[in-house]
């Protein structure tokens, strides 16, 4: 438990939705919504915090549905990836503005705009106090951005997965429809998998339970949840 003045956690990996970083148009990109999330990932970094992200690539594509029925699916995928390189590129251009040192690395080569993934030099940028943005998910169709963040999360040896959606944790319904839906503040994998609960898709929550790491799903509405979640204050739901 921390006194609030350390972060619980030394390493996290952030999940960022690409829907998030659309705000309110929910397509494209508001600068107003990154800059907000940048300047708490700096003052995370500036608080020790060693932080490797994922964004997803919605607020521009999402292959398995904007595709479906229309293109073949591993072509409308490897799509989505390109998105989830665009936000990448948002986010560390922004990031560099605020003086926060930062790489993009993605899981397929595009050399000339970014690092391809290599999990020794992530880990290396980590230690050395640099944000590492992963792009592409894990470089495979059929896999969601989620199971990208647990993917990376495993192999950096993150402490926690800081999951930061347009909801603000795990509930036994969805609460726009069920006024009577609970709000958990901590749920088990299994009962995440068993109730068919909306977190992640299965895959990424059996990764996350294979591999032991706690996910925190919080609300992004206010960026500074982020920090508030390295730092130990209670919020959302912890899954795990």
Same mark, same amino acid.
């Given at each position: 438990?921390?006194?609030?003045?350390?972060?619980?956690?030394?390493?996290?990996?952030?999940?960022?939705?690409?829907?998030?970083?659309?705000?309110?148009?929910?397509?494209?990109?508001?600068?107003?919504?990154?800059?907000?999330?940048?300047?708490?990932?700096?003052?995370?970094?500036?608080?020790?915090?060693?932080?490797?992200?994922?964004?997803?690539?919605?607020?521009?594509?999402?292959?398995?549905?904007?595709?479906?029925?229309?293109?073949?699916?591993?072509?409308?995928?490897?799509?989505?990836?390109?998105?989830?390189?665009?936000?990448?590129?948002?986010?560390?251009?922004?990031?560099?503005?605020?003086?926060?040192?930062?790489?993009?690395?993605?899981?397929?080569?595009?050399?000339?705009?970014?690092?391809?993934?290599?999990? *020794?030099? &992530?880990? =290396?940028?980590?230690? !050395?106090?640099?944000? %590492? #943005?992963? +792009?592409?998910?894990? $470089?495979?169709?059929?896999?969601?951005?989620?199971?990208?963040?647990?993917?990376?999360?495993?192999?950096?040896?993150?402490?926690?997965?800081?999951?930061?959606?347009?909801?603000?944790?795990?509930?036994?319904?969805?609460?726009?429809?069920?006024?009577?839906?609970?709000?958990?503040?901590?749920?088990?994998?299994?009962?995440?998998?068993?109730?068919?609960?909306?977190?992640?898709?299965?895959?990424?929550?059996?990764?996350?339970?294979?591999?032991?790491?706690?996910?925190? *799903?919080? &609300?992004? =509405?206010?960026?500074? !949840?982020?920090?508030? %979640? #390295?730092? +130990?204050?209670?919020? $959302?739901?912890?899954?795990?």
């Amino acid at each position: 438990m921390s006194d609030g003045t350390k972060p619980v956690y030394k390493r996290v990996l952030l999940k960022v939705s690409g829907e998030a970083l659309a705000g309110e148009a929910r397509f494209g990109l508001d600068f107003k919504v990154i800059r907000d999330v940048c300047a708490v990932i700096r003052r995370c970094v500036e608080a020790g915090v060693e932080i490797g992200v994922v964004v997803g690539g919605g607020n521009f594509w999402r292959g398995a549905t904007d595709g479906i029925g229309k293109m073949e699916r591993t072509r409308a995928d490897h799509m989505g990836m390109m998105a989830t390189v665009m936000n990448s590129l948002a986010l560390a251009d922004v990031l560099e503005q605020m003086g926060v040192p930062v790489r993009v690395q993605t899981a397929l080569e595009i050399r000339s705009v970014a690092e391809p993934y290599i999990r *020794l030099k &992530a880990d =290396k940028h980590l230690k !050395n106090g640099r944000v %590492v #943005v992963f +792009g592409c998910g894990t $470089g495979n169709p059929y896999f969601s951005t989620d199971t990208a963040a647990v993917l990376r999360a495993a192999e950096i040896g993150a402490d926690a997965i800081l999951l930061a959606k347009n909801v603000d944790g795990v509930y036994s319904a969805d609460p726009k429809k069920d006024p009577d839906a609970k709000r958990y503040d901590t749920i088990s994998y299994d009962e995440v998998l068993q109730n068919h609960l909306t977190v992640m898709d299965s895959t990424a929550t059996s990764l996350s339970m294979d591999n032991g790491i706690p996910v925190i *799903l919080f &609300a992004l =509405k206010d960026p500074m !949840n982020i920090y508030r %979640v #390295v730092m +130990g204050e209670k919020l $959302g739901t912890i899954v795990g």
